[in-house]
């Protein structure tokens, strides 16, 4: 069976398990009494590089990285991401870090709080701020959410380093083709039901957008209320939450090499935030949102409570993919065959903020 490195980020530390020859370990937790929001494995160079953004109620929010999977971590003797003493904001929390794909292979992005947009061009060790979009004409009238104003997702393109995709809540998406000096809002067909004007041209509350395996231009969204697909790279979207149980629900991830083939995990409602049916299941769809498939085979048959956040729902890139999530309750999950069964990696952690997975050598 595969290697595979996953690291759990919680309102406590950060967890690493390693799976060798199909068994799991665990390591002591990094960063004691922090809050890891943010994870990223960069597998583009000789050996990976992890990445973390911590936020230490004393000394506040940075961004870590490590060269030897965890043993040991660097902090950057000046910040990491900061912001400019023109823009007169300062750094809460960094909500993403995603390395670029090999199109660029030192380029890493972060997202932050206030929402903003960071570019790395040393993988992660310092950062600038992509200031077109913060000086977006949009922005005056950006609103935080009940979780803030955070950018939560990034997606860079195989096939265009200039191109990048971003979240923001509650703002909405947003694309730019020519390397960040231009963005425009890409919500055509997102509700945003909690609005006078259901049907903005931005302000929807995007929770999490993930990109399809074999179609580049084929992204799926999950919205505060809305499951929605674009073929188009987020030029329309298609509401494809009608198989759901319930269209609500933060996390979001798309398999690793099958096209048309997403996972998410549906939440009982924004005023009641616990799993759907109070189960513990993940849903799949094979057929771009067509149909969905409930997915419990080894998580818990009793009623359950334990929320998963956007972050915390994520892929590795093995054959079969390895599918694993982590929630509000401090237990882990982790599926090595699609999705199709399951089993506990851990339990009683912190409450679950991030998880993310990659095959190791």
């Not at 290697?3 to 530390?13: A, C, E, P, Y």
């Not at 030897?68 to 971590?73: S, V, Y």
């Not at 509350?205 to 074999?214: E, F, Y």
């Amino acid at each position: 069976m595969t290697d595979v490195l996953l690291t759990v980020g919680t309102r406590k530390g950060l967890f690493i398990g390693r799976r060798r020859g199909g068994a799991w370990t665990f390591d002591e937790p990094c960063f004691n009494a922090q809050a890891i929001y943010s994870v990223a494995i960069d597998t583009r160079g000789p050996a990976p590089r992890l990445l973390a953004g911590g936020d230490s109620a004393h000394w506040g929010p940075s961004v870590f990285h490590s060269d030897d999977l965890g043993r040991t971590w660097t902090e950057p003797s000046r910040p990491a991401v900061k912001f400019p003493e023109f823009t007169g904001a300062s750094l809460e929390r960094v909500w993403q870090l995603h390395p670029a794909g090999a199109e660029a292979p030192d380029v890493v992005y972060a997202g932050t709080e206030p929402a903003a947009l960071f570019k790395s061009t040393d993988r992660g060790e310092s950062f600038e701020l992509v200031r077109p979009l913060w000086e977006h004409p949009t922005r005056s009238r950006w609103v935080p959410g009940g979780g803030g104003e955070g950018l939560h997702t990034i997606l860079t393109d195989a096939r265009d380093r200039e191109a990048v995709t971003v979240a923001v809540s509650t703002a909405g998406v947003f694309r730019t083709r020519d390397g960040g000096a231009s963005w425009d809002p890409a919500n055509k067909g997102v509700s945003a039901v909690f609005l006078p004007d259901q049907n903005p041209e931005f302000g929807q509350c995007v929770h999490k957008v993930t990109r399809d395996a074999a179609d580049p231009d084929r992204l799926y969204l999950q919205n505060h209320w809305g499951v929605f697909r674009s073929d188009d790279g987020g030029g329309e979207w298609t509401d494809i939450g009608g198989g759901l149980p319930s269209d609500f629900g933060f996390a979001a991830a798309a398999h690793p090499h099958r096209g048309d083939t997403a996972y998410v995990f549906p939440i009982e409602a924004d005023s009641d935030r616990v799993p759907a049916g109070h189960k513990c299941r993940v849903f799949r769809t094979s057929d771009a949102g067509k149909s969905w498939q409930p997915l419990s085979a080894g998580l818990p048959a009793e009623a359950h409570y334990g929320t998963v956040l956007r972050d915390a729902l994520c892929t590795d890139d093995a054959d079969p993919a390895g599918v694993y999530f982590g929630n509000r309750n401090g237990e882990v999950y982790a599926s090595a065959d699609d999705g199709e069964s399951w089993q506990r990696l851990a339990e009683h952690l912190p409450d679950v903020l991030c998880v993310r997975a990659a095959v190791i050598g």
